[in-house]
DNA sequence: CCTCAAACCGGAACCGGTTCCGATTGCATT
DNA sequence: AATGCAATCGGAACCGGTTCCGGTTTGAGG
């Protein structure tokens, strides 16, 4: 049914390599060359992707490792990612980690061995584990959204965005603050982020804060919610993430405080909800989006043998939104 | 400095086809499989994909097409196929059309040359083209979310969902209605929806309805609910999506109407979000998950050949929640 | 100990391309 | 017309597996 080379080259009477030659812009004359892209072209003839990979030994496929795909973050990444590779040819084949270091290691491995060209990583902790399958994958790993110094990376500002919500909150008055943090496990998420807003919490001294700790899940956010409120009753709960603080914002529905005026709440990502919902939330953006089409970028020119700075930092952007109230407006 | 079979077979002093052979459970005695399952080990050996593939002319990966990578349904989707397909030994390619009909065509040509053993696709609307790739890619194409009788289909129940909810919306004495739908090229939501609600409310005839139309776009709603609260007034607007209601409850917010003592929405979807929100939103919940494992299973039967329901519906359920308001309650 | 079928194994062909190398061709120069 | 060089081309090897086919072993039964 399909053709192959060697049908083509018969059809056209000269030798596959020919073809081959050819469709490779190799040196073939112009009346051969006429002549095979007629044939080609009426035989609809496509190369078939094994054979040319099986002797490349590489394909155009790019892994991309998530850890979950109904995440905000994961599907601008991936959306990043996949529209640059699509300009340069290549093709994103997506694994879904689903929130498992072990999976996200196997993950690594099955791709290694579909000898995809590259692997975009997104990880929410990076182990020993990690490391070595990504030394013995072979390929280039790129991770993005947590750093290492043994692998190329691709981070956001964590730091620097736990730091700018720290000095956005205490300048809007607030001084009984909850930081609702994750799993320090998580790099990125759980230590970064708090680091940056504990860098800005310590020039307060009058600072009455207390740190909690919660899943990524928006239910376990709402359980945490209820206890720091009971515990700590804060003016202001400064969430990780954007999901966790919808998480705080439902518990504060549910218990009937109007936000921001009896509970200030904030998140980090940027997520497209926070600016529906009302009030909409105070947040820092993150560009995964861009960070996504960078990603790709890089990736591309590691394949090729290319050089890549071994880490870049992506800037975040203060969104001072609705959800924290300024304390700083004297009654009337 | 990864082997290959040549050099497994010669390390154990044997021909490459007995380990082929032991590779793939042929006849092999006792005493080589011993030797081979050690060699094996030892070399650290995995056969190369492309050679594989290259002679059973086929692959593990199914294609996966989505409208687009950031939308709730489809991430909902992809996760089900994923962890189906996982446990089946397949891999999910992941093409994103960016919600561009022409796209999606493409991206089925581009996967048939890459030879996946498969295709589920996401379609906003099945035309010609459609037909036409699906029928020149020489693999089982799978639809999800819309219907056609010339492939296999996954659909939801659009038409009974629509009636669920305009049933609903009656009941809970609404008749000052908007709907506010998409286009009806999208077969699916824009023209089943929308006549299972009519269908529903012709059964009311002193009601009031008007249809408008939107994008999936959050803006575009927001402007479509501007136009509709100044031209009609409903007590209620019905909206085709989840996301459209998003942007609906936004500019009733923004006008300072509450929910939903001033103005009632709905949406479809069951999208998690609307559980999250104030006041949380009746929908009518879509198997989106479940419809991913449903489908990955089909396509993998109908790429090993076997028979599969040309179409199978998936229900939905009613979720009546706060964003309507019972009318019936007389005031006290 | 012989016979014979079943189990096991090796060799070679094949999948469909790419690439190297050497041979042929074409064309411009003398 | 002979020469030289570059452009073009064909043949064969190769990538790393699978499978067919035929030959050799094995072991049970007589």
Same mark, same amino acid.
């Given at each position: 049914?399909?053709?192959?080379?060697?049908?083509?080259?018969?059809?056209?009477?000269?030798?596959?390599?020919?073809?081959?030659?050819?469709?490779? $812009?190799? +040196?073939?004359?112009?009346?051969?060359?006429?002549?095979?892209?007629?044939?080609?072209?009426?035989?609809?003839?496509?190369?078939?992707?094994?054979?040319? +990979?099986?002797?490349?030994?590489?394909?155009?496929?790019?892994?991309?490792?998530? =850890?979950?795909?109904?995440?905000?973050?994961?599907?601008?990444?991936?959306?990043?990612?996949?529209?640059?590779?699509?300009?340069?040819?290549?093709?994103?084949?997506?694994?879904?980690?689903?929130?498992?270091?072990?999976?996200?290691?196997?993950?690594?491995?099955?791709?290694?061995?579909?000898?995809?060209?590259?692997?975009? /990583?997104? =990880?929410?902790?990076?182990?020993?584990?990690?490391?070595?399958?990504?030394?013995?994958?072979?390929?280039?790993?790129?991770?993005?959204?947590?750093?290492?110094?043994?692998?190329? +990376?691709?981070? %956001?500002?964590?730091?620097?965005?736990?730091?700018?919500?720290?000095?956005?909150?205490?300048?809007?008055?607030?001084?009984?603050?909850? %930081?609702?943090?994750?799993?320090?496990?998580?790099?990125?998420?759980?230590?970064?982020?708090?680091?940056?807003?504990?860098?800005?919490?310590?020039?307060?001294?009058?600072?009455?804060?207390? %740190?909690?700790?919660?899943?990524?899940?928006?239910?376990?956010?709402?359980?945490?919610?209820?206890?720091?409120?009971?515990?700590?009753?804060? +003016?202001?709960?400064?969430?990780?993430?954007?999901?966790?603080?919808?998480?705080?914002?439902?518990?504060?529905?549910?218990? $009937?405080?109007?936000?921001?005026?009896?509970?200030?709440?904030?998140?980090?990502? $940027?997520?497209?909800?926070?600016?529906?919902?009302?009030?909409?939330?105070?947040?820092?953006?993150? =560009? %995964?989006?861009?960070?996504?089409? /960078?990603?790709?970028?890089?990736?591309?020119? /590691?394949?090729?043998?290319?050089?890549?700075?071994?880490?870049?930092?992506?800037?975040?952007?203060?969104?001072?939104?609705?959800?924290?109230?300024?304390?700083?407006?004297?009654?009337?």
């Amino acid at each position: 049914m399909t053709k192959n080379i060697s049908d083509i080259a018969q059809m056209a009477g000269v030798a596959k390599s020919t073809v081959s030659r050819y469709l490779n $812009g190799g +040196s073939v004359s112009v009346k051969t060359k006429q002549k095979l892209e007629r044939i080609t072209r009426e035989a609809g003839y496509v190369p078939n992707t094994f054979a040319q +990979s099986l002797k490349a030994k590489r394909t155009n496929l790019i892994g991309t490792i998530v =850890p979950r795909l109904d995440s905000f973050a994961a599907a601008q990444t991936m959306t990043g990612i996949d529209e640059e590779l699509r300009t340069a040819g290549g093709r994103m084949l997506v694994y879904n980690a689903g929130q498992d270091r072990q999976r996200e290691i196997e993950a690594m491995q099955d791709l290694a061995r579909q000898k995809v060209a590259g692997i975009i /990583l997104m =990880p929410a902790q990076v182990t020993d584990g990690h490391l070595r399958a990504a030394e013995a994958a072979g390929i280039p790993v790129l991770l993005v959204g947590q750093g290492n110094d043994r692998l190329h +990376s691709l981070v %956001y500002d964590d730091y620097g965005a736990g730091r700018l919500m720290g000095r956005h909150v205490l300048d809007m008055g607030h001084r009984r603050i909850a %930081y609702l943090g994750v799993t320090e496990d998580d790099e990125a998420v759980g230590r970064l982020r708090k680091e940056g807003f504990r860098a800005a919490a310590e020039e307060c001294p009058d600072c009455e804060i207390r %740190y909690y700790e919660s899943s990524f899940a928006i239910g376990d956010a709402r359980a945490a919610a209820e206890k720091i409120l009971d515990e700590h009753a804060p +003016s202001l709960i400064v969430c990780a993430t954007d999901n966790i603080a919808l998480g705080v914002v439902k518990t504060a529905h549910v218990r $009937g405080l109007s936000i921001p005026s009896q509970l200030s709440v904030t998140g980090f990502g $940027g997520y497209e909800v926070t600016a529906i919902i009302n009030p909409e939330l105070t947040t820092v953006r993150f =560009p %995964y989006y861009e960070a996504g089409r /960078l990603a790709a970028r890089s990736i591309l020119k /590691l394949t090729a043998g290319e050089d890549v700075r071994r880490s870049t930092v992506m800037d975040v952007e203060m969104l001072s939104r609705e959800s924290v109230d300024n304390l700083n407006i004297p009654f009337v």
